[in-house]
């Protein structure tokens, strides 16, 4: 796939090597998710990319018993909002082998950041220990 959008190709060229950027605003300093051109905060066209820990806590999640279209036979799996240790909160899977022994304030770690088709879809997996 080739994205149109240069943000979101900047984004999806990191993710492809594990490594999640976003941008900055540099008059502002908000971390800006989902990617974009100008700053939602204050509109700024001034921004920098960072790379980011790819670390974060489970914020909420939840786990989807049912999966339709491209996730049939891929259930039981959990869509949670992972909260980057940086701040922004991401819409994300959580690959776990039992989602119920998932719990909000897990530590995790972006594992995959594409999908096979190149869509930016971020799946984190629990840190080792926590
Ligand atoms: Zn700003």
């Not at 976003?22 to 509109?43: E, F, K, N, Q």
């Not at 990319?49 to 790819?54: D, I, K, N, R």
């Not at 922004?88 to 989602?99: E, G, Y």
Request: hydrophobic residues 35%.
């Amino acid at each position: 796939m080739t994205p149109h959008d240069p943000v979101l190709a900047r984004l999806q060229d990191g993710l492809a090597e594990r490594k999640l950027a976003l941008p900055r605003c540099t008059d502002c300093a908000t971390l800006i998710w989902y990617p974009r051109a100008r700053c939602p905060h204050c509109m700024s066209e001034s921004l920098a990319w960072e790379e980011l820990s790819g670390t974060g806590t489970v914020y909420s999640y939840t786990v989807n018993r049912r999966g339709q279209g491209e996730y049939a036979g891929h259930d039981p799996f959990v869509i949670a909002y992972v909260e980057l240790a940086e701040g922004p909160r991401v819409l994300s899977h959580v690959d776990i082998p039992t989602p119920t022994a998932l719990r909000v304030g897990t530590l995790v770690r972006l594992s995959q950041g594409l999908s096979e088709d190149g869509h930016v879809r971020l799946t984190f997996a629990p840190e080792e220990n926590s």
